[in-house]
């Protein structure tokens, strides 16, 4: 009877500390949870990084709503292996998610950002087959031609940004796609003139070996004929050199029309990427109703460890 009384005691204490435990890590997962609310609303994607994964270690708090948070914020801290690991495990998890169609849009923009460009067209591609309603649509389609035109196919991509321009002449690639279209006549241009460069090039040494063969001739007893043929291949060569002289002329110029371009690539870019910060606002604003039901569950939350913490 002793020992069994000893046994009821032990037990006792031990589920005593298993409750306490358990309470004491749902207030570290609540705690973390609000922290990494908060990060996220003030933009401080590294800091909501940690806590989301921090909570994300608790099966209570799984769910479509974190994981999205999760992933969001590990895109814009440039966590791109985290966040296409954690994108496939949503789309595996979470198929049915109202975020799905996000997901899937993030997915192709990831591969992209990591130069996995043939991934990207296509899980870009799926993404455009699926939602061709989506607003993301135009955003998706100017991300496919960026990943042909960094494979050097430029004349799909070209085709694609005249797309953008035509079909969606209100969307915020439209300006990046026409500097784009330009890059890609300016690239034409300049190896137009380089294969007319080489084959005036090549016409003017085989005019240069003739003229030399024609001058060895002019001294021979054939003068009168020799003669005319060398003034012929000397005028021949007058007209070839001015060409030469123009073609890279043009190219000197192509060279400066270039480096003016590359400058005001780098603004372009600049654009492009205030453009992504601000489509990263348009999104959070987008999934206002959703974050503001988890503010408000992390609120409550916050109110409850507050009244925890004073009960105690």
């Known amino acids: 009877m002793k020992f ?3 046994k009821i005691l032990i037990l006792s204490f031990i589920c005593s500390v298993f409750m306490n435990t358990v309470a004491f890590s749902s207030e570290v997962a609540d705690a973390s949870f609000v922290q990494g609310c908060q990060a996220y609303s003030r933009g ?3 800091s909501a990084v940690f806590m989301f994964r921090k909570v994300a270690t608790y099966p209570e708090y799984e769910n479509p709503d974190l994981y999205y948070m999760l992933i969001t914020a590990e895109l814009y801290a440039n966590d791109y292996e985290s966040a296409l690991i954690n994108c496939d495990l949503f789309l595996k998890n979470y198929p049915s998610s109202m975020y799905v169609s996000r997901i899937c849009y993030t997915k192709g923009k990831i591969l992209y950002s990591l130069g996995q460009y043939e991934k990207s067209i296509v899980v870009l591609s799926d993404f455009c087959h699926q939602y061709p309603d989506d607003d993301l649509y135009p955003s998706a389609l100017f991300l496919i031609a960026e990943s042909l035109y ?7 991509a070209e085709e694609i940004y005249q797309r953008i321009i035509n079909e969606y002449p209100d969307c915020d690639k439209v300006a ?5 279209m330009e890059s890609i006549a300016q690239r034409s241009r300049e190896e137009k003139l380089l294969y007319l460069l080489k084959q005036t090039g090549e016409e003017y040494l085989a005019a240069k070996e003739d003229y030399e063969k024609q001058l060895k001739l002019y001294n021979s007893d ?5 003669k005319d043929k060398l003034l012929d291949a000397q005028k021949r060569n007058k007209n070839l050199e001015d060409q030469i002289k123009d073609l890279e002329s043009q190219i000197n110029q192509l060279k400066e029309e270039k480096a003016f371009q590359e400058a005001e690539n780098q603004r372009i870019k600049q654009e492009i990427e205030n453009q992504r910060i601000e489509e990263s606002l348009k999104a959070m604003q987008q999934n206002s109703d959703e974050i503001k039901v988890i503010k408000e569950k992390a609120l409550l939350i916050q109110q409850l460890l507050n009244e925890r913490q004073q009960g105690e």
């Open 44 to 46: 401080e994607w590294t």
């Open 150 to 156: 960094a494979e050097f196919n430029y004349e799909e």
């Open 222 to 226: 054939a003068i009168n004929s020799t």
């Open 176 to 180: 990046a796609a026409q500097f784009r």
């Open 4 to 6: 069994f009384s000893k």
